[in-house]
């Protein structure tokens, strides 16, 4: 397994879930294990872990769980 170089993701890079689909927004990293998500339709930012990005590429960044994984895990901030 590839490691992840966390310089390598970008503010605003999208996040795609492991089925392919978009779960969000790059906002910034949050400490050193954290990625913060843009504001969703709610006004909610989200946190997930890092532990979650399984590659990063084309200006996104690729999760390797699913999108019902991430939005029943992640974290509102």
């Known amino acids: 397994m ?9 503010k605003h890079a999208d996040v795609i879930a492991s089925c392919g689909t978009k779960v969000g927004t790059v906002d910034h990293l949050d400490g050193s294990d ?9 006004g909610s930012h989200h946190l997930i872990p890092l532990s ?4 990063i590429k084309d ?5 390797n769980v699913d999108s019902e994984e991430v939005k029943n895990k992640w974290v509102a901030v």
């Open 2 to 10: 590839a490691t992840i170089n966390v310089n390598d993701i970008t």
């Open 34 to 42: 954290k990625l913060k998500l843009t504001r969703n339709e709610e």
């Open 52 to 55: 979650w990005v399984s590659e």
């Open 59 to 63: 200006n996104q960044v690729l999760l």
